[in-house]
């Protein structure tokens, strides 16, 4: 590598070592820094890598280090690796995207920080710790046992925290002279549009600039705009000069004004513009460069006609996601993030909330460019204190939750797809030392980001919880799942919550149960329905999420609609339909197999013509059929059995029922039902029931 000027990063994924630090190992405890210690015995892995991959979803039978049925424990890595001679002379940063939760690094054997929370990424100066003479060490300690202050505290959360350095790790290399990389992980480069209509956009930037050298230096900045199409010739640019003193830091400010700017208009055309900042010294050398993609848009929300994007009422409907794959638990690829985004825009999405703490930056940048509109939030889940006599909260929960809050805004600041900056998730503990602590960190993320809209996900609605000072609330009811349902009771229960206190509202999660294996006709909730045991029939999911729907969708209010949820996950301690350490609230299953009500909101979210014939699985049930059901976005649906033409379907919106179809005994009948785009395609599906002996 030849001595070049300007930013190097460097995938660090590769050549690591990595074993569990178990009581049972006798390494708990141990001092693993001494240079004589033997690694070579070690897993050897790739990152990013979880430790809980497997035992994360096993149920109440799993091990019980960490206090939970998963280990919840400490885990060491290690890597031994060459600097280039080419690095020499710059300052070089190790960045981690995420380790859960406490992580401690070492370099040859000395501390180069901590960093205690698990879901956003950090940057270390490590450059003072290596050598160019000789081999370096990076050793991480990283533990994902359960704290009283670090949110999600304790075992919090509905969900398996799973531990590990479970996203990528790189190096950064740049000149003494570069762009802020210690800003919480931020980009370094913040990009505010502003001043926003049809003829023109304001482009404010905020670069930070760090000499680690001993001289004082003269440096230019200067900001290109490109647009989508990118091309050598910007749209835009302007430079500055700053004067940085040795050893200091400057933030350089300027302004842009876009003509004729195109907007990022969601689903309907996700434009983005890039941004290139590039520092030079007086000479004209280059010192550091950066782009950052960002977007043009405008919005707010009506409290009576819900959510606007550029000045048009847009529907906001999408889906709770979880960091959470079947392959690798948490230490998920981009590849499988870039199909679990497919998925949602296969779905008919426009909006996703990540919950219950900051995602992969990747997964920012996809809901960039496939615009969808982003609630993310930080890892206040449930409690905030541990003690629930006295609801005592420490001030290291406190400076932590702050933390993360920070880290999470700077982090996303430059994407134009988030729009919603979440506080807590069904926070059921208050005070009035909680409600200042709780005020405390709307003030702080507005100060930080007064661009975005702050929210909570509240299941309590009553006294303080009602006034808690977010721009915004979203309610988390499971009527019809955990409360039995009437017809309209959950749009009843919205419209009183409504009218009981002065944000806007929207429905963060709704859902039920689903296993693919169950099948029961004529289901009754109080009789059939066991919301915490095994009894979760995909068909009574399904037809769940038809009533929940038609109360939604005939509330313009509802600023947003977000299903619970989009896979089924890893919760450990979960034993429920036919799955073990999952909750199976999912549209489709960890492994990606969609369910009826999956079919469903595709019918009514998506534009795509599609037809999908219900309880494909359930393959041998009473003649008559009670109900032949089929869900399409189209205007007729027909029904055949063996041939014979049954009739056409009655249509209630996208769902098209027959009732008590008749199918024979001793040998499957095929049920197939077909329907005619508007471009004279034939979309048809079919199975094979067979009648009970």
Not at 200 to 225: F, H, K, M, P, Q
Not at 684 to 692: F, K, Q, R, V
Request: glycine letters at 10%.
């Amino acid at each position: 590598m030849d001595n070049a000027k300007g930013r190097l990063s460097i995938d660090f994924n590769d050549g690591w070592r990595f074993k569990r630090l178990t009581r049972e190992s006798g390494l708990d405890r141990l001092d693993i820094l001494g240079p004589d210690f033997d690694f070579s015995c070690w897993e050897t892995i790739s990152l990013p890598h979880t430790w809980n991959d497997q035992d994360g979803c096993s149920g109440p039978d799993g091990i019980k280090e960490g206090g939970e049925h998963y280990y919840r424990g400490a885990g060491g890595y290690e890597k031994s690796f060459f600097l280039p001679p080419g690095l020499m002379g710059k300052r070089i940063f190790l960045e981690l995207g995420g380790a859960n939760t406490v992580a401690w690094v070492f370099v040859n054997g000395s501390p180069a920080g901590v960093h205690e929370g698990g879901y956003s990424m950090f940057r270390l100066d490590i450059t003072s710790l290596l050598r160019f003479d000789g081999i370096n060490r990076i050793i991480i300690r990283v533990s994902n046992a359960p704290t009283d202050y670090i949110p999600p505290i304790t075992n919090q959360g509905d969900f398996t925290k799973m531990g590990g350095i479970y996203r990528k790790v790189r190096l950064i290399a740049v000149e003494p002279v570069h762009i802020e990389l210690l800003d919480l992980g931020g980009p370094g480069a913040y990009i505010t549009p502003c001043n926003i209509s049809k003829r023109s956009a304001d482009i404010r930037l905020a670069i930070g600039i760090r000499n680690d050298g001993e001289a004082d230096c003269r440096t230019a900045v200067c900001v290109e705009i490109f647009g989508r199409e990118g091309g050598k010739t910007p749209l835009l640019s302007k430079k500055v000069y700053s004067e940085l003193h040795g050893h200091g830091c400057e933030k350089v400010e300027l302004t842009l004004r876009l003509a004729d700017p195109i907007f990022w208009d969601g689903v309907k055309n996700p434009y983005l513009y890039t941004a290139r900042v590039s520092l030079s010294d007086c000479g004209g050398t280059p010192l550091d460069a950066i782009s950052e993609s960002f977007g043009v848009r405008s919005f707010y929300v009506d409290p009576e006609k819900g959510f606007f994007l550029n000045g048009v009422r847009t529907d906001l409907h999408g889906v709770n996601y979880h960091q959470d794959s079947f392959e690798s638990g948490w230490a998920m690829t981009d590849s499988q993030r870039e199909r679990d985004y497919g998925i949602m825009r296969e779905l008919g999405c426009t909006t996703v909330r990540l919950a219950h703490y900051q995602h992969d930056s990747y997964e920012y940048t996809l809901c960039d460019r496939l615009g969808l509109a982003v609630w993310t939030e930080i890892g206040i889940v449930n409690t905030v204190s541990p003690d629930n006599d006295t609801l005592a909260v420490s001030e290291a929960f406190v400076k932590n939750a702050e933390q993360q809050l920070k880290e999470l805004i700077r982090q996303c600041y430059n994407h134009p797809s988030v729009f919603f900056i979440g506080i807590s998730n069904e926070l059921y503990q208050m005070s009035d030392e909680i409600f200042g602590i709780y005020s405390r960190l709307c003030e702080l993320a507005r100060a930080e980001d007064p661009t975005r809209l702050i929210v909570c996900a509240d299941n309590q609605a009553h006294g303080n919880f009602n006034r808690l000072p977010t721009d915004l609330v979203g309610y988390n009811k499971y009527f019809g799942w955990y409360i039995d349902s009437g017809e309209d009771a959950l749009g009843v229960w919205l419209d009183k919550r409504r009218s009981a206190q002065s944000r806007a509202v929207a429905i963060s999660e709704y859902g039920g149960g689903g296993a693919i294996s169950q099948h029961m006709d004529n289901i009754v909730w109080e009789r059939d329905i066991d919301p915490w045991g095994k009894r979760h029939y995909e068909c009574y999911q399904a037809s769940m999420h038809e009533n929940i729907l038609k109360q939604l969708n005939s509330r313009e209010y509802l600023w947003g609609k977000y299903v619970w949820c989009l896979f089924d996950f890893a919760s450990d301690g979960r034993v429920e339909g036919d799955t073990v350490g999952q909750n199976d609230k999912g549209l489709a299953t960890r492994e990606r197999v969609p369910k009826d009500a999956f079919y469903l909101y595709q019918s009514i979210w998506s534009d795509k013509p599609m037809l999908r014939l219900t309880q494909k699985r359930f393959s041998v049930r009473k003649t008559p059929v009670p109900i032949v059901k089929a869900y399409s976005n189209l205007d007729e649906v027909k029904l055949f059995v063996d041939g014979a033409f049954v009739g056409v379907g009655k249509r209630d919106n996208t769902v098209f029922t027959w009732e008590n179809v008749s199918i024979k005994t001793g040998t499957p009948s095929k049920i197939r039902v077909s329907a005619m785009t508007r471009d004279g395609i034939l979309l048809e599906d079919a199975a094979l029931w067979e009648a009970e002996e």
